[in-house]
């Protein structure tokens, strides 16, 4: 509804953490029922995968500072509620990317996460989405979010890009 009231503006759509897998999970949505895509996403930090299953992700546990292998697993089984944990609205790296907005993510080596962000933007672009990833290396969950000068420098890039 927002995006049909919106007209010809610009609309782009912003999460992070679990907001950006369901901005994704959502615009996968949009698209299998024939509506318009926003005219960009941005996914700061974003959660692809609710089994956090890679056995690369134990070792970079590990080192995270902020987030954990069975925290994130809970939060997944919670947040599927009748759903199977690996549905595209709870996994949106199970999803389609074909005909997707173009997407700027954001992550960093010390999230766990951060795998699922570099699977998005390949599987992405093996399907034509433009996608810009900004990978930091040695920086934790939802970085772009700190008061850290490379927070500040994500920041002031959404921020153009949203403008």
């Given at each position: 509804?927002?995006?049909?009231?919106?007209?010809?503006?610009?609309?782009?759509?912003v999460?992070n953490s679990a907001?950006a897998?369901?901005a994704l999970?959502?615009?996968q949505?949009?698209r299998?029922r024939?509506?318009?895509?926003p005219n960009?996403?941005?996914?700061?930090?974003?959660?692809?995968?609710?089994?956090v299953?890679?056995p690369?992700?134990?070792?970079?546990a590990?080192?995270d500072?902020?987030?954990?292998i069975?925290?994130?697993?809970?939060?997944g089984?919670?947040?599927a509620?009748?759903l199977?944990i690996?549905?595209?609205?709870?996994?949106p790296?199970n999803?389609?990317?074909?005909c997707?907005?173009p997407m700027?993510?954001?992550a960093?080596t010390?999230?766990l996460l951060?795998?699922?962000?570099v699977?998005l933007?390949e599987?992405?672009?093996?399907?034509?989405?433009?996608?810009?990833?900004h990978?930091?290396?040695?920086?934790p969950?939802?970085y772009?979010l700190?008061p850290?000068p490379e927070?500040?420098?994500?920041r002031a890039?959404?921020?153009?890009?949203?403008?």
């Amino acid at each position: 509804m927002l995006l049909e009231d919106a007209g010809s503006a610009k609309v782009t759509v912003v999460g992070n953490s679990a907001g950006a897998g369901l901005a994704l999970a959502a615009c996968q949505w949009l698209r299998d029922r024939g509506h318009r895509q926003p005219n960009q996403m941005v996914l700061i930090s974003p959660a692809g995968d609710a089994s956090v299953s890679r056995p690369e992700q134990i070792e970079i546990a590990k080192r995270d500072p902020i987030q954990d292998i069975p925290g994130i697993v809970e939060a997944g089984r919670l947040y599927a509620g009748a759903l199977d944990i690996g549905h595209p609205f709870v996994s949106p790296l199970n999803g389609a990317f074909r005909c997707l907005a173009p997407m700027t993510i954001f992550a960093g080596t010390r999230d766990l996460l951060y795998p699922d962000s570099v699977d998005l933007a390949e599987r992405a672009r093996a399907v034509g989405v433009p996608v810009e990833l900004h990978l930091l290396r040695d920086q934790p969950h939802n970085y772009a979010l700190m008061p850290t000068p490379e927070g500040r420098r994500a920041r002031a890039l959404i921020m153009r890009m949203v403008a």
